[in-house]
T-cell receptor
Framework: EAGVVQSPRYKIIEKKQPVAFWCNPISGHNTLYWYLQNLGQGPELLIRYENEEAVDDSQLPKDRFSAERLKGVDSTLKIQPAELGDSAVYLC???????????FGPGTRLTVL | AQSVSQHNHHVILSEAASLELGCNYSYGGTVNLFWYVQYPGQHLQLLLKYFSGDPLVKGIKGFEAEFIKSKFSFNLRKPSVQWSDTAEYFCAVNTGGFKTIFGAGTRLFVKA
């Protein structure tokens, strides 16, 4: 079974530039999560999708972050414009069960210069 | 607010030593509990989970964890660590539906 796929794995941009991350969840997983992980910390939820609906985006900084999951499968997370403080690892995870077990992708490490 | 606390940020052990990593959470309702592990250069993966029943759960690679409801704790243990256990360990608590909160993680380094 293929795992959660993310791209790119690494991204270096200058501040004020836009950036986008892509995630393909495990086939059949209706729930998709985007997390932010800063160095030395655990993952923090940015947004959760149930199929194509964003059901929890309370922690997403909506002035510069946006996300979509148009067909209920792949998802894209965008930052525009990026700030120095956005440097972090962006994780995507998916789940099929209400009990909360999640399967994580490798993450995208973003560096904003 | 709900939170998960992992008491040790860094742990250094020699091979064959016993391991116990602490995890406490603040939530009064029913919870599902998880330990995830991230080996160097790899993605987060599930180590073990507790939903109900026997509070002592066993996971992969000889790890186990004990849920003590009265202490709001879910500590991870392994009787004898190996060099290959060097990794970062995250405790996570699901408080209902799909809401999961992660601890800050504990970095374990095992000396060969």
């Amino acid at each position: 079974e293929a795992g959660v796929v993310q791209s790119p794995r690494y991204k270096i941009i200058e501040k004020k530039q836009p950036v986008a991350f892509w995630c393909n969840p495990i086939s059949g997983h209706n729930t998709l999560y985007w997390y932010l992980q800063n160095l030395g910390q655990g993952p923090e939820l940015l947004i959760r999708y149930e199929n194509e609906e964003a059901v929890d985006d309370s922690q997403l900084p909506k002035d510069r972050f946006s996300a979509e999951r148009l067909k209920g499968v792949d998802s894209t997370l965008k930052i525009q414009p990026a700030e120095l403080g956005d440097s972090a690892v962006y994780l995507c995870a998916s789940s099929s069960q209400l009990d909360g077990e999640q399967f994580f992708g490798p993450g995208t490490r973003l560096t904003v210069l | 607010a709900q939170s998960v606390s992992q008491h040790n940020h860094h742990v250094i052990l020699s091979e064959a030593a016993s391991l116990e990593l602490g995890c406490n959470y603040s939530y009064g309702g029913t919870v599902n509990l998880f330990w995830y592990v991230q080996y160097p250069g790899q993605h987060l993966q599930l180590l073990l989970k507790y939903f109900s029943g026997d509070p002592l759960v066993k996971g992969i690679k000889g790890f186990e964890a004990e849920f003590i409801k009265s202490k709001f704790s879910f500590n991870l243990r392994k009787p004898s660590v190996q060099w290959s256990d060097t990794a970062e360990y995250f405790c996570a608590v699901n408080t209902g539906g799909f809401k999961t909160i992660f601890g800050a993680g504990t970095r374990l380094f095992v000396k060969a």
